[in-house]
């Protein structure tokens, strides 16, 4: 019965709070403070003792006292997992979105099938006689070297300063780009991570934006070089190819642009200087900022010997050097000819230059040299003082070869080429031309003509010292450039007889057919007038003047070879010999003694246009033939310089030093007279025909008075009295000189001179009261 009444009485286990009822202590419930961490089989613990919730809550309150100094130990660890945790998240993200960005970018670039080394912009290699190097020119401004042909200090430099463990990374340099991160944030002096193999890569395929893009592809570029390429290839390509500043790209173009010589041959202070450029090439030109430059040049070396490429004697020596100091611009006279080089070159090859090209030249270094210093020595000697700033020199030898060409007193200064491409007045020494036409008529040396005032329609030319000298040779004439006498030979040949003549030997300007052309008046340019000077020089044969031999390419293949090997005759033999002993007069006696060479006989003529404007001399000797000019690029006048002058001094000058070593050789004519009239017009001419023979006039009476009143070959302009001389073989006697030529008075209309007719070389008439009067 009491098992019964337990039975009734029981209660049954709840385990939720909600259903207890607070005023029945005998309740029996589970918290979950109560649970066994649910572990089956667990021992289960003795339930607390019961008490009121009051007391429950302090015991609760000591419990969650106690917990928080677990809980502060997990929450650290917790921190740093999930810190790791995230980080290793935002990295497999980060890694997903760079390789998308590379996947992105470079699904824009070409197949690297395609890929390719860009051709470098073809060089031309402009060299002289002896195979030496004048200039390099084209967008690069040098030729490419291969590595080993490079002094050994310009690799070395590059490397040390820019990427100093390039032969051991792989394209890109993780540990360059660390540092440059570090130094750019710490504020050290800005420095770029990217290799020499990425600057290649942005040189040959890349623009210079600073983009994401650009620096993408760049990377990927320098993988593929590094997996095409060997270090040294890369390296050669760079060296090749980087800009160094004031438009030389490569090595070679800015070891001849700083230091006019090969980069073959530099050494190790002008290497480093090269290495300092790459920074900045514009800023740290030598030809802007030598200081700065050599400053940069220091930072090298020691770069290099931190590296273990060079020893401290080497750094204290290099380091002793003074800056460089280049020119602003490409400076040597045989800038010069490189830039009439590629004007001629096109139109030799037959279009643009498609390829590297090896041009040789006629020019003598040696020639070209001295003839750039007898025009500076007289300029700084004596061109303040006269007013002379310019000068010019060509000088060619009897096939028309050019063996020397200065275009100004300094290309750095001025490119504009004076020799060639300036067209001036040439003056009296225009003349040889006109008494050449005159012997091709029938005179010669020794007939006379008389010097005495003039009058040809409104022009009355004079001599430069405004005397005269009654009645002298042809040969006296011309040593002392008479112009009463050369306007008289213009008339008796015709204006156009001269210019056919003038053309004929070389002359290719425009001329006027009015006999102020007797005073050169019609512009010329000095390379053409000294060419057809030439053909005086070689015994009547034209020399067509030219600066190059031949062009080929760099494996051999010939693009052009001159044909100037068999020149036409354009003078006869006797006509040469008779001028050549004329212009020796010049020299030896008339108007161009400062040009005298000892131990050699020299011909040529002086020329001075009005008011002093233009100054020449134009001579040659058995091996060349040179003409000088001296003036002013704006037309000023100079200071009384005629061309016995300046002009004959560095004439002098420059053949001196040209002959210096020769032996002596006579001119053409060995400079005596050939007074055989049946030797004149035996060589055949070019053009022209041949020059007809004097003719022997008729003596009887009929032809006498039919010359008396006009009849026959009647003259509009009578000539002054003509006197047939005959002498030995010989110069002439020298007479009075004068001090120079030149023309000093105005210059004639147009048409004086024109439509007249030509005389046909003749001794002079003998007339009616000749006869009555026993002459």
């Known amino acids: 019965m009491a098992g019964r009444s337990r039975s009734r009485d029981r209660i049954e286990p709840s385990f939720s709070g909600r259903e207890r009822r607070e005023d029945d202590e005998d309740d029996f419930a589970l918290d979950d403070e109560d649970r066994i961490d649910g572990r089956r089989g667990a021992r289960r613990t003795a339930p607390p003792p019961k008490s009121s919730s009051r007391n429950r809550a302090p015991e609760r309150k000591r419990r969650d006292r106690r917990e928080p100094p677990e809980r502060e130990g997990g929450g650290l660890f917790a921190l740093l997992r999930r810190m790791i945790y995230w980080c290793i998240v935002l990295g497999i993200w980060a890694g997903i979105g ?20 860009p051709e470098r912009p073809p060089n031309v290699k402009i060299t002289s006689v002896d195979g030496s190097v004048i200039a390099n020119r084209g967008a690069t401004g040098g030729e490419a070297l291969p590595l080993e042909q490079m002094s050994p200090y310009i690799p070395q430099a590059i490397v040390a300063i820019e990427d ?63 997996q095409k390429y060997s270090k040294d290839q890369i390296l050669a390509m760079y060296l090749n190819r980087v800009y160094f500043g004031s438009n ?34 514009t800023r740290l030109s030598p030809a802007r900022d030598p200081e700065a430059a050599n400053a940069r040049a220091q930072v090298v070396l020691q770069a290099m010997r ?42 030799l090859i037959g279009g643009d230059v498609k390829e590297d090209v090896i041009v040789d030249t006629t020019i003598d270094k040696g020639l070209e040299k001295k003839a750039d210093q007898a025009l500076n020595d007289i300029l700084s000697k004596e061109g303040v003082k006269l007013a002379a700033s310019q000068a010019a020199l060509v000088s060619i030898d009897g096939t028309g070869a050019i063996r020397a060409l200065v275009g100004g007193k300094d290309y750095a200064e001025s490119q ?28 010669t040396p020794a007939s006379v003509f008389n010097d005495a005032p003039i009058r040809i329609g409104n022009w009355t030319p004079e001599n430069y010292e405004k005397k005269y000298n009654g009645e002298v040779t042809l040969a006296t004439a011309l040593a002392k450039s008479l112009n009463t006498v050369a306007a008289q030979l213009v008339m008796y040949d015709g204006p156009d007889q001269v210019i056919k003549l003038a053309h004929r030997l070389g002359i290719e300007s425009e001329l006027q057919p009015n006999a102020s052309i007797a005073l050169g008046t019609s512009e010329v340019s000095l390379e053409e007038l000294t060419a057809s000077y030439a053909a005086f020089m070689n015994g009547g044969y034209k020399a067509t003047p030219h600066v190059i031999r031949r062009v080929t390419t760099a494996e051999g293949k010939v693009l052009y070879e001159n044909t100037y090997d068999n020149p036409p005759r354009v003078l006869s033999e006797t006509i040469a010999a008779n001028m050549n002993a004329m212009m020796m007069g010049t020299i030896e006696f008339g108007t161009g003694r400062s040009a005298r060479i000892p131990g050699w006989q020299a011909a040529g003529k002086t020329g001075t246009t009005q008011n002093s404007r233009d100054a020449l001399f134009v ?78 006039q008729p003596s009887t009476i009929g032809g006498i008075i039919s010359g008396v009143f006009g009849g026959g070959s009647a003259e509009q302009y009578p000539p002054a009295p003509v006197q047939q001389q005959q002498t030995a073989g010989g110069p002439m006697p020298p007479g009075d000189i004068g001090p120079d030529d030149g023309y000093d008075g105005d210059v004639p209309p147009g048409d004086v001179g024109q439509g007249q007719p030509v005389h046909q070389g003749q001794p002079k008439r003998t007339t009616l009261l000749d006869l009555i009067m026993g002459q």
């Open 98 to 117: 760079l390789a998308g960005v590379v996947f992105y970018y470079g699904s824009r670039m070409p197949s690297a099938s395609s890929w390719s080394i």
């Open 164 to 226: 100093r463990r390039f032969y051991s990374h792989f394209g890109v340099d993780p540990m360059g780009l660390a540092r440059a991160f570090v130094n750019n944030l710490t504020g050290q002096p800005i420095q770029g991570g990217s290799t020499l193999t990425q600057q290649l890569a942005k040189n040959l395929f890349l623009s210079p934006d600073r983009t994401l893009e650009r620096k993408v592809q760049e990377v990927l570029l320098s993988f593929w070089l590094e």
């Open 248 to 281: 030389a790209y490569g090595v070679e173009a800015a070891a001849r642009r700083y230091f006019n010589k090969s980069a073959r041959d530099v050494n190790l202070g002008e290497a480093a200087l090269l290495a300092g450029l790459v920074k900045a090439p």
């Open 306 to 347: 931190d590296q273990g490429y060079i020893t401290d004697d080497e750094v204290k020596t290099a380091m002793t050097q003074t800056p460089a100091k280049a020119k602003s611009y490409w400076s040597g006279a045989g800038q010069y000819v490189a830039d009439m080089v590629m004007d001629e070159l096109p139109g």
């Open 416 to 443: 504009f080429n004076r020799a060639v491409k300036a067209k001036r007045q040439p003056g009296s020494s225009f003349k040889p031309f006109v008494y050449a036409a005159a012997l091709e008529k029938g005179l």
């Open 619 to 696: 001579g040659f000797t058995s091996n060349l033939t040179t003409g000088v000019w001296f003036g002013n690029d704006d037309g000023t006048p100079m200071k009384k310089v005629t061309g016995g002058g300046l002009p004959a001094k560095a004439w002098q000058e420059f053949m001196i030093a040209a002959h210096k070593g020769l032996s002596p050789a006579p001119l053409f004519g060995n400079g005596q007279f050939v007074t055989d009239p049946n030797t004149i017009g035996n060589q055949p001419m070019a053009q022209n025909g041949e020059p007809q023979p004097m003719q022997e």
